[in-house]
């Protein structure tokens, strides 16, 4: 069984589709607008985005990006921050290279490399 798509409720959806196509290679799918947008990743995965008022998630909801390098990690980090964005600085965190980023639509994403396992 294959992830079909996320559906996320978010409070800017312009900046929110700059950030994912900009830094995490995300495309549009179809209609993007100030309301709604669709984006896909590499596996075909689909994150829909629509806009919302009062947009709350629980304090543990993230969406998560993996890395093939520590290196990429630190580097997509740096564009970040080179792009006016304050993720958390990386750290080694269970067994994994790790940041976090609050985006301007109201969730949270996360960057990891693996580079141990998980016990």
Known sequence: M???HINLEVTDVTATVALLE?????????????EMAFLRDDSGALISLFRGEDVAYPRMFHIGFTRETVEEVNDLHRRLVEGGFAPEAPRDDHGRWTFYLATPGGFTLEVQKFHRELV
């Not at 900009?22 to 100030?34: E, I, K, M």
Request: proline share 0%; glycine share 6%; hydrophobic share 40%.
């Open 22 to 34: 900009t830094y995490f290679g995300l495309r549009r799918t179809r209609l993007v607008t100030a």
């Open 2 to 4: 294959n992830l079909n």
